[in-house]
């Protein structure tokens, strides 16, 4: 069937001129991309099997390869893509659902592109960060509606528990299994360096990480893997997933191929077999069910850690968040649709759910409408790519924010997006040893440590420029912000005025 | 004097003008404030002589004042100043006022014509109490009462604005000079035991009188000068209680704040220094380990309400004044004091101007709030 061939959409390149056949890049590719010629003493590369994750390329020591698009095409059509085509061929030759990994790729407006920051000129005076104190921390949790003071008038601490953040980032949840030993690792400690969190996703706590307990958020979902009381008791927030921005309504699948050594005990599942997550949590069936978990799991740990509920963002968003803010929880997570992933079915992570920025501007809104914006934190998630992004979170309304594909890349991910077939050649999304000792976790931590301390850095600088010296005074802030080139309907819901009025 | 010269009285060019309201309009200021802290009540003329000596740091496009004590023999009555667009805006909020209130006394409130002073709306002035029937039907406190009346004339009735709305104090303002802002309502024949005053260098022009300081509620006043960067944040998390701040400015959140801080959530005067003006997280680690608690829960717990950006305020409130900075001290403000009076201003030209030997003179840091109260009153958690 020679359908079954697809001239392969990016190809490798190399410069023979340069190639020296060392074959680093053959022992570098998990994919068998490159191979030596023995007859000729040459390197050969099969395009078709290349995922472009660029291994090959930042390690050959003469600077031999690239790899560019593919000029070959199909008669151009502007409704039938060469994607629709291929995706078509595919699915017919192995009647399987498509898989794809990280965030939806694309090309829906982004809105973060369309705000732009304000800056102060002669009324006010806009503050010198290197100069003046600039304050970037944050508290996330719920805000007292009563005071309460002693016989001296003194006020007493009502306050729920809180999560003190240095910087408003925190790692999102990837789970160990999802993502490498390594790659844990180096989350955790660059949260402890920071005075940040990252968070365990659903996979439960390696035991060599519960030492990072006090920066590390615990996460329970349907499929409950690897949750017990200790590993309740050892973070400092218990997070509820109701849902992830990648893909919203269904649950989760860690291949079997994953569920190795550590893997397997850590989840507290059997080696090989295929971890499954349900779609919804099977004891929550509705709001009310909600509560009764967020409860239990503040009985099971004595009303000392807040507790975050994280849901994808979708069409009615905000009438959930509001169930939410009223069923015990502390902070809510919301986790737009460009958010990343270990695996989704492509069509679920490229058309179901909504932006975050939306998602964000109408959930703050509509709990401040109810009053009770106070009652909760938001942490937006789902593409925060730079600082501005993270500014203009913060300008809608979120309280911090998560990020994951940023966190990855810092660690050396290349958004090859094939996180789902467990050959990540970066020793990110793998559980190959031979893969996984690529990523060296002092490295890992310290390059994390950058990210977030340059993000900081702007984070000051823009804030200076607004005259703003506490981030407490941008959340919400949506004077700050300008929209360019949007509708009515949408600056609306993003609550903000167009640029120039 | 180089005076930006806006063309106030064209009628044509005014239609065009959007309301104050309608839009932010970024101010510069002059403020001043005095108090005698035995509660001697003296005449409005000191203040209007301390605020005219900085008559460039006005533009002529608004000015007022906050007078406390002047009223003694309708104390207990609430004295509501309204400004009406027309007489049918009035009798369309007189009969609000009987529904809810009985109307103790009502009259213009006396000006003196004067050329500085032009297209002023009627003004009038009404002592009234809550109706006991309506009060217990509402389930509400008297003060609650009392202030949602306001926010419900100032929003649903078209052409009426409730500028005072307290007990044996009043604001007076215009569009002017505040000089001539004080002559036009006779501020010299009335007595006090305290007194602030505003001029307002306005970038743009209001439109209408109801955007000029000072800006009150019940008895809260406050006097403002500077631009406030976390506006929006702290207009959001305010609305959320209730308040409507119809005039985007800065005075008038910041007066929400004050009154929800102080009246509806108890704090003090001195805690409400450490919310809006809060000390940076670095001074409150050097803090002794009781006042840090303190300072963090005020910090955290009420953490929309801290203000940033250039400010110096006066706030007026029964038996007291409240003077406070931002926390850089990004706008000038200095304080005084000489016999048993305290006096606050932007500069000390306008102090010195009405008592030129002072006992003691300093200028408080940022987010140091001075608080002044009568006979050592305690200013209260009420």
Redesign the interface.
């Known amino acids: 069937m020679p359908i079954n061939f697809l001239c392969p959409e990016y190809e490798v390149v190399r410069d023979y001129d340069r190639c020296i056949a060392c074959r680093v890049c053959e022992r570098q590719c998990a994919n068998n991309v490159h191979s030596l010629i023995k007859e000729s003493g040459k390197m050969f590369a099969d395009s078709s099997k290349c995922v472009v994750c660029h291994r090959c390329v930042s390690l050959c020591p003469t600077r031999a390869l690239k790899i560019v698009k593919s000029d070959h095409s199909f008669r151009q059509n502007a409704n039938w893509s060469a994607k629709a085509i291929t995706e078509i061929y595919k699915q017919a030759d192995s009647g399987g659902v498509l898989l794809s990994s990280m965030g939806n790729p694309e090309a829906y407006p982004n809105y973060f592109d369309r705000l732009l920051i304000n800056a ?1 000129q002669v ?3 806009s ?1 010198d960060p290197l100069r ?2 600039m ?1 970037t ?3 996330l949790g719920k ?2 509606t009563e ?1 309460v003071r002693d016989e001296n ?3 007493q ?1 009502n ?1 729920a528990p ?1 999560l003190h953040l240095n910087v408003p980032v925190m790692f999102s949840a990837m789970s160990y299994g999802s993502i490498s030993y390594n790659a844990h690792e180096s989350l955790a400690r660059a949260a402890e360096a920071l005075g940040i969190y990252y968070n365990t996703g659903e996979g439960g706590l390696h035991e060599d990480f519960y030492k990072y307990g006090r920066n590390t958020i615990v996460q329970v979902a349907s499929g409950r893997f690897g949750v017990h009381k200790a590993f309740l008791e050892s973070g400092a927030a218990i997070e509820i997933k109701m849902g992830q921005g990648a893909k919203p309504g269904i649950g989760g699948h860690l291949p079997g191929a994953k569920i190795v050594g550590d893997v397997s005990r850590t989840r507290m599942i059997p080696e090989g077999g295929d971890a499954i997550s349900p779609a919804p949590h099977h004891d929550i069936y509705s709001i009310e069910d909600l509560r009764q978990l967020v409860y239990s799991l503040k009985e099971a740990t004595e009303y000392k850690k807040p507790v975050i509920v994280k849901i994808a963002a979708v069409h009615n968003v905000s009438a959930i968040a509001s169930g939410i803010a009223r069923s015990g929880a502390d902070i809510i997570a919301i986790d737009g649709f460009r958010g990343g992933t270990g695996a989704a079915p492509t069509r679920i992570r490229d058309n179901v759910g909504i932006p975050i920025e939306l998602a964000l501007a109408s959930v703050d809104k509509r709990l ?1 409408d109810e ?1 009770i ?2 009652e909760v934190s938001l942490v937006c998630a789902g593409s925060i790519r730079s600082s501005a992004d993270v500014v203009k979170a913060v300008a809608l309304g979120a309280d911090a924010v998560y990020i994951g594909t940023a966190a990855l890349l810092a660690l050396g991910c290349h958004l090859c997006r094939n996180c789902q077939s467990g050959k990540c050649n970066w020793g990110i999304a793998t559980q190959d040893s031979q893969l996984t000792k690529r990523l060296n976790p002092d490295i890992g931590c310290k390059r994390l440590i950058n990210l977030v301390s340059a993000w900081d850095h702007e984070i000051k600088e823009m804030m200076g420029g ?5 981030i ?9 912000l300008r929209g360019i080139g949007m509708t009515e309907k949408e600056l609306e819901i993003l609550g903000v005025r167009h640029a120039g009025e | 004097m180089g005076q930006i010269n806006l063309p106030q009285d064209n009628a044509l060019m005014r239609a065009e003008l959007p309301r104050e309201g309608e839009f932010r309009n970024p101010s510069g200021c002059a403020i001043s404030g005095m108090i005698s802290t035995s509660g001697k009540r003296f005449s409005g003329e000191d203040i209007i002589r301390s605020i005219s000596v900085m008559h460039d740091r006005s533009n002529g496009l608004g000015g007022g004042f906050a007078a406390y004590g002047i009223y003694p023999e309708y104390k207990d009555f609430y004295a509501l100043h309204i400004f009406f667009d027309d007489s049918a805006a009035k009798h369309e909020c007189e009969a609000f006022l009987e529904r809810h209130f009985d109307i103790i006394n009502l009259s213009k409130i006396p000006t003196r014509k004067s050329p500085a002073i032009t297209d002023e709306p009627l003004i009038w002035r009404y002592f009234v109490t809550p109706l006991p029937t309506k009060l217990a039907s509402s389930q509400l406190d008297e003060r609650e009462f009392v202030a949602r009346c306001v926010f419900r004339v100032n929003t649903r009735i078209k052409g009426c604005y409730v500028f005072s709305s307290g007990k044996n104090m009043g604001v007076f303002k215009a569009v002017g000079f505040p000089e001539d802002v004080g002559r036009f309502y006779r501020l010299e024949e009335y007595e006090g035991y305290a007194f602030t005053a505003h001029g307002r260098y306005p970038t743009n022009t209001p439109g209408w009188w109801g955007g000029a300081h000072p800006f009150a509620l019940l008895d809260y006043s406050v006097v403002h000068n500077g631009e406030i960067s976390s506006y929006d944040a702290n207009r959001r998390s305010i609305e959320m209680h209730g308040y409507k701040c119809t005039l985007q400015t800065d005075t008038e959140v910041i007066a929400y704040i004050i009154d929800y801080l102080n009246r509806r959530k108890g704090l003090s005067m001195k805690e409400i220094c450490s919310v809006i003006a809060a000390p940076f997280w670095q001074t409150i680690a050097q803090m002794p380990p009781e006042e840090r608690a303190e300072a963090e829960y005020l910090r955290n717990a009420f953490s929309s309400y801290l203000i940033t950006g250039p400010f110096s305020i006066i706030v007026g409130f029964e038996g007291g004044l409240m003077a406070l900075n931002d926390r850089l001290k990004l706008r000038s403000m200095v304080v005084a004091e000489r016999d048993d009076m305290v006096y606050i201003s932007s500069e000390e030209a306008a102090i010195r101007v009405i008592s030129p030997e002072l006992d003691r003179l300093w200028y408080p840091e940022g987010g140091q709030g001075v608080i002044i109260t009568v006979n050592g009153g305690d200013e209260k958690c009420r």
């Open positions: 102060s009324t006010n005076p503050i003046e104190p304050e921390s944050v508290f805000k007292p005071l008038g003194r006020l601490n306050l809180q401040r009053g914006r106070d607004m005259g703003i010296n506490s407490e005074a941008l959340r919400g802030n949506r004077l700050m």
